[in-house]
């Protein structure tokens, strides 16, 4: 195919360059208006003068990258949402000066959006965007309270949390049902407490006390909870939240406010906005591995194999033998990461020093697999809420792992993989779509139906299964299904979408491609989006990211090497290369 040879040369020469030295991908993720807006308020929460500088940076980008309807998105290339808006919008009013005519825009955006900039008004929205889920509900409605967005009495419109919850044993939080998902208990602590500190219950209220008695014992947790890097997860928006909730409460001498504000200053681009972590290193390096079918280099090989969790978590209590998105010590092991790597480590050469490191994988994979058969993202057994309920991408990406390693695993754990395996398709069948789709609960589309991304999910169940011959003969019903849905959905110049009415992107054209490839899916339709792909990358030389990765609570983001290493996967696979 013209141009095929030369673009994989291009692109592969472009992630090289995109590298870390001889070390790991680090990636670039997107600004984000949201991580930007809640920075801003918690610097400003614990003291507003020593924070200056930073807070009048972060206004300034958020002035310069208002939306033309008013409102703002996630990234500097996404549609207004509800969300992000309000916190724009409550940042600008309490700490910009000169903007008059933003907020009078943004005024206007959310009173066609709402009906109403009233109070209440804006709880109900914000409730109804969430629903049960109040992960990220609460915290938006403390943000805008701290703000004076809520008008008087504010405080009584934040929902309150349970955080006494958090005096329970760990083992227990799946079953008692918490409000927010697994990897939040710092904000179901502070945020539970600053609502209980600025509207306690009634005196005559048992909560009242047994708050009260319990929060000397929970306080600690804060700290104790928090990594060396001072960021919850990495991540701004959940230390911001934190930060915001305890200067509010009376607690800014709290011991782990110094190390959250200097995650929080250490965090602060150039340009004066936040990212919403700060970076996916291990998942980046992983890809980048699998995109390219070589052997695995003695540095990343070593490097990868330092990232597996050799203890209990101490922040998660998650057994060893995972791995997390980064190489930062806010990283919690999921199973995205994990399975990423138990592949990636097979791409080495000689892997009989490499048995236990992927044991242990396989062996954390299996303790997470729900009664369900699917493979959630953190935590066993926590299926009430979106982000922490079995999702069919996570679950054929085991599968993918599992069966690769399988051969020259122990017998004992040969067999859990078969048992596993067994009720792991189950699970896949009956989230299939009847027109042959699956949708991931970690990659979106704004432009899709319901901000859906059934390309992208399809595409990676219907890859991972066919990425091993044993497996796919397991699975060859799915991924014909699956597989059909593809080709429909497929656009006449041979791209696709997060759907069949989403515009194209280089992300979802790349997976569906190599979905293809690896399943030998019709030719013509192989060439034409390889065809698109090419001229699309300009032969490998341009990559324009799309903002199709949901974050957690659904924030969306976009990455720069997933353009990258996807085109590459893809051309490779076209070119019999994988």
Not at 224 to 234: D, I, N, V
Not at 315 to 329: E, I, M, N, R, S
Request: charged share 15%; with cysteine.
């Amino acid at each position: 195919m013209q141009g095929l040879e030369q673009s994989i040369n291009n692109t592969e020469a472009h992630l090289n360059g995109l590298r870390r030295g001889s070390g790991p991908w680090e990636g670039h993720l997107s600004s984000s208006a949201l991580s930007t807006a809640t920075a801003i308020v918690a610097l400003g929460a614990v003291d507003s003068l020593a924070h200056e500088t930073c807070i009048r940076a972060g206004v300034d980008w958020l002035i310069d990258h208002q939306n033309q309807d008013g409102g703002w998105g996630d990234t500097a290339i996404s549609k207004s949402n509800l969300s992000t808006t309000l916190l724009c919008w409550s940042a600008l009013k309490k700490h910009g000066s000169s903007c008059d005519e933003n907020l009078n825009r943004c005024d206007a955006w959310i009173l066609q959006q709402v009906g109403s900039v009233e109070p209440d008004a804006l709880v109900r929205a914000v409730v109804t965007r969430y629903g049960k889920d109040k992960t990220f509900s609460v915290p938006i409605l403390m943000h805008c309270a701290i703000c004076g967005t809520l008008g008087e009495k504010a405080w009584a419109r934040v929902l309150p949390l349970p955080f006494e919850l958090a005096a329970f044993p760990r083992a227990w939080f799946g079953a008692i049902g918490l409000p927010v998902v697994s990897y939040a208990l710092p904000a179901l602590i502070a945020i539970g407490h600053a609502r209980f500190f600025q509207v306690p219950p009634a005196i005559w209220n048992p909560l009242r006390w047994l708050r009260a008695l319990l929060w000397p014992g929970i306080r600690p947790m804060l700290k104790s909870l928090q990594p060396s890097s001072g960021g919850y997860l990495e991540a701004t928006p959940l230390t911001s939240f934190v930060t915001m909730a305890l200067a509010s409460s009376g607690d800014a001498d709290h011991p782990c406010v110094p190390g959250a504000v200097d995650f929080l200053k250490r965090s602060m681009r150039a340009d004066g906005s936040w990212p919403i972590d700060t970076n996916l290193s291990t998942w980046g390096t992983t890809l980048a591995i699998k995109s390219q079918p070589l052997s695995l280099d003695p540095l990343l090989r070593g490097w990868l194999l330092g990232q597996q969790y050799r203890e209990v978590h101490p922040f998660t209590h998650a057994a060893p033998g995972g791995w997390a998105w980064t190489d930062l010590p806010g990283g919690v092991p999921d199973a995205d990461d994990t399975a990423g790597a138990l592949i990636a480590l097979w791409h080495s050469d000689e892997k009989s020093d490499l048995i236990r490191a992927g044991e242990a994988g396989i062996t954390w994979l299996l303790d997470l697999q729900n009664r369900d058969g699917g493979i959630p993202t953190f935590c066993r057994g926590w299926g009430t809420l979106p982000f922490d309920r079995s999702t069919p991408e996570l679950t054929a990406h085991a599968l993918l792992a599992w069966h690769l390693w399988e051969p020259v695993v122990g017998p004992k754990l040969r067999d859990q993989i078969r048992s596993a395996t067994v009720i792991a398709i189950r699970y896949l069948q009956s989230q299939q779509r009847q027109n042959g789709s699956w949708v991931p609960l970690w990659f979106g589309n704004e432009h899709a139906k319901d901000e859906e991304n059934p390309v992208y999910g399809t595409a990676m169940v219907t890859a991972y299964l066919s990425g091993s011959r044993a497996l796919a003969e397991k699975a060859e019903a799915l991924i014909a299904s699956g597989v059909a849905y593809l080709l429909k959905t497929q656009k006449g110049d041979g791209s696709w979408g997060g759907d069949e009415t989403a515009p194209s992107s280089i992300e979802e054209t790349a997976v569906a491609l190599t979905a293809l490839c690896r399943t030998g899916g019709s030719l013509a339709a192989r060439e034409k989006a390889a065809s698109w792909l090419i001229s699309a990358t300009r032969e490998g030389t341009h990559f324009p990211p799309s903002p199709i990765g949901l974050y957690f609570a659904r924030l969306w983001y976009h990455e720069q090497l997933y353009p990258v290493v996807w085109t590459l996967q893809a051309l490779r696979s076209m070119s019999g290369g994988q």
